[in-house]
């Protein structure tokens, strides 16, 4: 994608980010504190996490804040302790991106292991729905807010031995769906992003015989994720965008 965002195109805004502490959640942290966002941390990890904090202070006007929810783990009343604990350090939310997410077993339907099944769907979607409801609160206080939700190519085209990661992700596309025809696109934008293939921990452990070197890197991919996240983007919503447009799901090539 070709877009050339303002340096300030995020000031004043709070965004909060999921799975935050590594690879693509990891980079758009540090992407929307770089173009002026307050960012909110979360992941499983509270070290991780605190690094990326550090990271993100060292160019932030407002300091980062970071909390931990394992999304395995999460539940109804645990979203809404942490959406309680939020409201009382920031006044609202401008965005959410739902980033965090688990690979599970890359085998056939008839290998996937129930247990793994249901760990890749606590993740994917109990955990990131329990969130997403808890944190509509504070998303509607916003003049103009923008929820994003993370997918794949696998979850709008089913492909052999992706299992419950494929399930999950058709799953989140439905997610943003009817969420996006629950509100006006003025006040909530609901939206999913595609990364495509992208160099990070979960990929490598996807396609193990892959180069990285020939996969785009979460940085490269950054300017859907400031796009969906700015003012360019008011209005739009219920949509799935493709960070890498074009490109041929599968191995790099
Ligand atoms: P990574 O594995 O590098 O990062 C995943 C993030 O999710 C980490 O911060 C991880 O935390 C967090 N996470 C995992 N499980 C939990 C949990 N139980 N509770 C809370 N946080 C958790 O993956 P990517 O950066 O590659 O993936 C980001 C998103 O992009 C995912 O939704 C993925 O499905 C999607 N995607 C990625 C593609 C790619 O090629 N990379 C392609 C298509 C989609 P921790 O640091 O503790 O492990």
């Known amino acids: 994608m070709h877009y050339q965002p303002k340096s300030d195109l995020l000031n004043h805004r709070i965004i909060l980010v999921t799975g935050a502490s590594d690879g693509i959640g990891r980079e758009a942290a540090l992407t929307y ?10 992941g499983r990890n509270a070290e991780k996490l605190q690094r990326v904090c550090d990271e993100v202070n060292q160019h932030s006007k407002a300091p980062a804040l ?28 401008d965005g959410v991106l739902h980033n965090a997410g688990l690979l599970g ?14 760990q890749v769907m606590r993740v994917n979607i109990d955990g990131t729905f329990f969130l997403t409801q ?13 929820l ?12 052999a031995g992706w299992g419950a990661y494929s399930v999950s992700k058709f799953a989140t596309e439905g997610m943003m769906q009817v969420l996006a025809e629950e509100y006006d696109p003025r006040q909530l934008r ?25 996969l785009k890197t979460p940085a490269d991919i950054m300017p859907l994720y400031l796009w969906l996240m700015g003012d360019d983007s008011k209005r739009k919503t219920g949509l799935s965008f493709d960070a890498q447009p074009g490109r041929k799901p599968g191995a790099a090539e």
Do not use: H
């Open 33 to 42: 504190a770089r173009y002026g966002a307050q960012v909110v941390l979360l």
């Open 66 to 93: 970071w909390f931990t929810l394992d999304l395995e783990t999460a539940t109804p009343e645990s979203c809404r302790e942490l959406a309680d604990t939020i409201a009382g350090q920031v006044p609202r939310l």
């Open 105 to 118: 077993d890359v085998v056939p339907m008839a290998q996937q292991d129930p247990a793994v099944w249901q």
């Open 134 to 146: 808890a944190l509509l609160p504070l998303l509607l206080k916003s003049e103009a807010a923008s």
């Open 148 to 159: 994003v939700f993370t997918s794949s190519s696998v979850g709008r085209q089913g492909r």
């Open 190 to 214: 609901v939206n999913c992003i595609n990364p495509g293939g992208t160099r990070t921990k979960m990929r490598a452990s996807a396609f193990p015989e892959e180069d990285a070197n020939k």
